[in-house]
Structures are given as C-alpha cells and as structure tokens.
C-alpha cells in the first residue's frame, strides 16, 4: 500500500488530488503512520486551502449543484 507522503507527493506534483487517492488518504490516515507521513499531509491540506491543489470531489460536488440549479431555472422559465 501507498505511503501518504507519495500521494502527497503526486498531488504536489501534479496539483490535483482524485477521488481514488483522497480516499486512499482516508484510509491510510486510519492506520499508524510515521510524522513524515503527517507532515505531508499537513503539507496537502494547506496547498488545497491555498488553491495550490484542486480536488476532484470539490469540482464533482460544485458541478452536480450547478447541473440542479441550471435545471430549476429551467423549471421555472418554462413554467
């Protein structure tokens, strides 16, 4: 299994954290991990707060509200 500071890492790298590895982060994060790991983490979620990291589930969560709200305007126009 992944290291946290590797998903850490491809996330830096590529400044995009998936739906997989966040997951896998939840998971690890249940189990002992070293300070490095900690670190790193840290490190992650200030990036993201930062706007240094996207997060797949944030733009799937923000597109599912617009995809309702585009179809109640709809709604109500055609009403």
């Known amino acids: ?5 590797e998903i850490v890492q491809q996330a830096l790298t590529t ?3 998936t739906v997989e590895a966040e997951e896998q ?3 690890l ?3 002992k991990y070293d300070w490095e790991d900690f670190k790193a983490f ?3 979620q200030h990036e ?3 706007g ?6 944030r733009e799937l969560l923000y597109s599912g509200r617009n995809s309702c709200r585009s179809f109640n305007e709809e709604v109500a126009i055609a009403s």
């Open 15 to 17: 400044g995009y954290l």
């Open 42 to 44: 840290i490190t992650l």
């Open 48 to 50: 993201a707060m930062e």
């Open 1 to 5: 299994m992944s290291l946290i500071r």
């Open 29 to 31: 994060l249940l189990t």
């Open 52 to 57: 240094r990291v996207s997060q797949e589930s």
């Open 25 to 27: 982060l939840r998971q």
